[in-house]
């Protein structure tokens, strides 16, 4: 079988994702996130005879090497070199959309152009596509992802343009730039690089630091003179050489979408429920309560709903405990499997209704657009602390799950912005740290608006996190400076699919039920073993290893109130992940049920949250501290990071118990 | 005159941003570039959200203040 590789490209928020889902019938995500799809996504599909393979690339408004995921999608098509460039536009919006098109031209990659969403456009635009075609030199094909048009046919564009010849689409600069591309071109046509020529000479008008980069590394420091004195002389032309070329690019643009497009109806008509949702949760007094009451009624759906599911899982397993130890009656192995599996990841898997609920709603807000206005809405705040309005959304994101937050940092450009909002995301109360939170405030704050305690927990994280950043702004030379400038789009309003939202959350609970059955199980597994050994031991007592670990620890967590050994022990293999706490505790005592009557007489009200509050502030997890490394390349940075958290974890409890017991 | 000082609901016309030199490459490829036509939808005297060929953005008070506009008659 033949088979041929097409890479799919589009700005963020253009559906793209969903089009990969219609093509491969993979299940991914559809999201509004700018940049959600950090990671190199794959599939395939079959047309014909012939296989072909499609790479989902990250979302991006052009191809200069500014941002991390823009250097991804152009190193990706000029040195993979794909058979076909798809390239996804939202009809809704095609002039910022066809800019990313005309420089994937213009960087010599045969296309395809979408015109994706055109159900969006229906009796408000009329897009002539033959002439789009004409005009763009390019085959284009209209669908929508959602409404499950042009799908076919899209798969039949794609399978016939593998076998066309590229045309190649001709930007005029006018006369001077011109002048000087053609210069630059005939020192560069010798040269062993991976660019089309003209790209590379346009790029290095515009000073593209990777093609700089590249011309160093062949030792060709020559051209870039050569180059400089280009700019220089035709910036006493132009005042600003970058702005004309931009310009010129976005002029052809609009005079290919006038000719081509006709508008039904003005543009004001198509925006107006977007604006008028837009002044109410964007406003400068109830932006921000708008932001709390959502998060609080988010919170409270959590407790509540998920507290409903959980009691019959918890009986469930209960019922399945007692079950079999009818028919187990080795007793090292009723040991292991009531005490360790159902003891320990019974305990963990309790939550799943928890937390998936909790990323229903979350999912839900990112979806339907809200999660940009709350970076909009927070943009001042965060100015004040040091961050751009962009660093809100990894902080939002570590709601879910700090590792994939911190991944989503790559859409901030500015280097030191982007450090200092890894540093602090740790501090961002994860899903993987509620078990612990429904657990304690179930046991001893029942009566007491646990919803609010649980709340507090999560605002208490905020405020680390923010003085925290405050804080390494003021004090740690390598992350001074100035606050990189806000843009950041905000997508229209629109009701995602029961499905997509089902899929998105169900995707991130997924992850949840692999560490339960991976990590957290291992984590419980070394637990039971080290609480039944040395042989003879009676399980979990002060006698065995798991009892001497705790006993050597537990006088450090005395002065935070928490100072029995079984939570030094829950702390110390909460590392493998946060849900392991939970889990310890459980193979510890031998079950939920048991927690609640055995903790309260270890514990106060008070020991048992600030024990939270180490929770939430204590080392990250392995899979955070992990991304975190990736992420800065940088054990220095993960060190401190590790050490950071763990002195604030233990300051923060030891404050708040010995404030506390003053009351 | 700079951004920050436009009004909503008037539409406007990017005369030039202020800065120059490339530093601002991001922005005017997203479309912000001399000669484009944009709306103010919303002035928070602080962030600013601009709608320009039909997309919406919102913009931090430091780039806004160094766009400059002018009404369109």
Known sequence: ?663 | MSLILADENIEYEIVRINGGHGSFSKFLEMGLVPGAKLTVVYNAKGPIIISINGSKYALGKGLASKIIVREVA
């Open chain 1, 1 to 663: 079988m033949k088979s041929f590789t097409i890479a799919l490209i589009g700005n963020p928020n253009v559906g793209k994702s969903a089009i990969f889902n219609e093509l491969t019938g993979a299940n991914a995500h559809v999201g509004n996130w700018p940049g959600v799809t950090v990671e190199k996504k794959e599939g395939k599909f079959t047309y014909l005879d012939t296989e072909i393979n499609v790479v989902d690339l990250p979302g991006i408004y052009s191809l200069s090497a500014d941002s991390i995921d823009e250097r991804i999608a152009r190193d990706y098509i000029v040195k993979q070199k794909p058979d076909l460039v798809v390239c996804i536009v939202d009809s809704t919006n095609l002039v910022r959309n066809l800019y990313l098109f005309v420089l994937l031209k213009e960087l010599g990659a045969k296309t395809l152009l979408v015109l994706n969403m055109i159900d969006l456009i229906e009796n408000k635009l009329e897009i002539d596509d033959v002439k789009l075609s004409q005009s763009l030199k390019t085959r284009v094909i209209k669908t929508s992802a959602t409404k499950k048009i042009g799908i076919g046919n899209l798969k039949e564009a794609i399978f016939d343009e593998l076998h066309h010849a590229n045309e190649e689409l001709f930007i005029d600069y006018g006369s001077d730039i011109e002048r000087s591309i053609e210069k630059i071109k005939n020192l560069l046509a010798n040269l062993d690089l991976p660019y089309n020529k003209r790209f590379a000479a346009i790029k290095l008008l515009e000073q593209d630091p990777v093609i700089i980069e590249e011309l160093k590394k062949l030792q060709k420091d020559s051209i870039i003179e050569n180059a400089l004195l280009e700019i220089n002389s035709l910036e006493k032309i132009y005042t600003d050489l970058q702005t004309e070329i931009i310009e010129k690019r976005y002029a052809l643009i609009e005079g290919i979408v006038k000719n081509t497009t006709k508008h039904l109806v003005s543009i004001e008509d198509r925006l107006t429920l977007s604006d008028k949702i837009d002044k109410v949760v964007t406003n400068r007094y109830l932006g921000i309560p708008i932001f709390a009451i959502a998060m609080l009624i988010v919170f409270e759906a959590t407790f509540k709903l998920g507290g409903f599911f959980a009691d019959y899982i918890e009986q469930f397993f209960g019922w399945f405990g007692g079950t079999i130890a009818q028919y187990i009656h080795n007793p090292i192995l009723q040991s292991f499997v009531n005490d360790g599996l159902i003891g320990g990841v019974g305990t963990v898997i309790v939550f799943l209704p928890n937390i998936l609920i909790l990323f229903l709603f979350l999912s839900f807000l990112e979806d339907v657009g809200y999660m940009a206005r709350a970076a909009f809405v927070m943009d001042k705040l965060m100015h004040s602390i040091g961050l751009p309005g962009r660093a809100f959304i990894p902080l939002i994101l570590g709601f879910g799950c700090n590792v994939p937050a911190i991944m989503a940092t790559r859409t901030i450009a500015d280097e030191k912005d982007r450090l200092l909002t890894i540093l602090i995301n740790p501090f961002i109360s994860c899903t993987a740290r509620l078990p612990i939170y429904v657990l304690l405030t179930g046991i001893f704050f029942k009566d007491k608006h646990p919803a609010l305690i649980i709340f507090s927990l999560y605002a208490l994280g905020i405020i680390v996190a923010i003085l925290s950043a405050k804080l390494f702004r003021s004090t740690i030379p390598k992350l001074k400076g100035k606050v990189s400038f806000l843009i950041m789009e905000l997508p229209i309003y629109r009701l995602p699919t029961l499905k997509a939202v089902l899929l998105h959350s169900w995707e991130r609970t997924r992850e949840f039920l692999k560490k339960a059955g991976t990590i957290i199980l291992f984590g419980v597994i070394l637990v039971w073993l080290l609480s039944s050994l040395p042989f003879g031991v009676k399980y979990a007592s002060e006698q065995s290893y798991v009892g001497v670990l705790g006993k050597f620890f537990a006088p450090i967590l005395s002065p935070t109130g928490f100072g029995f050994w079984q939570a030094a022990v829950a702390l110390i293999f909460g590392l493998l992940a946060k849900e392991t706490v939970v889990g310890t505790m459980g193979t510890l005592f031998g079950g939920e049920d048991k927690l609640s009557s055995a903790l309260p007489q270890l514990m106060s009200p008070l020991s048992a949250y600030a024990f939270m509050v180490m929770s939430l502030l204590y080392i990250p997890c392995l899979a955070t501290i992990g991304v975190i490394y990736r992420e800065t390349n940088s054990l220095k940075w993960t060190a401190f990071s590790v050490f950071y958290s763990l002195i604030v974890g233990w300051l923060s409890a030891f404050l708040i118990y010995q404030i506390g017991s003053i009351f």
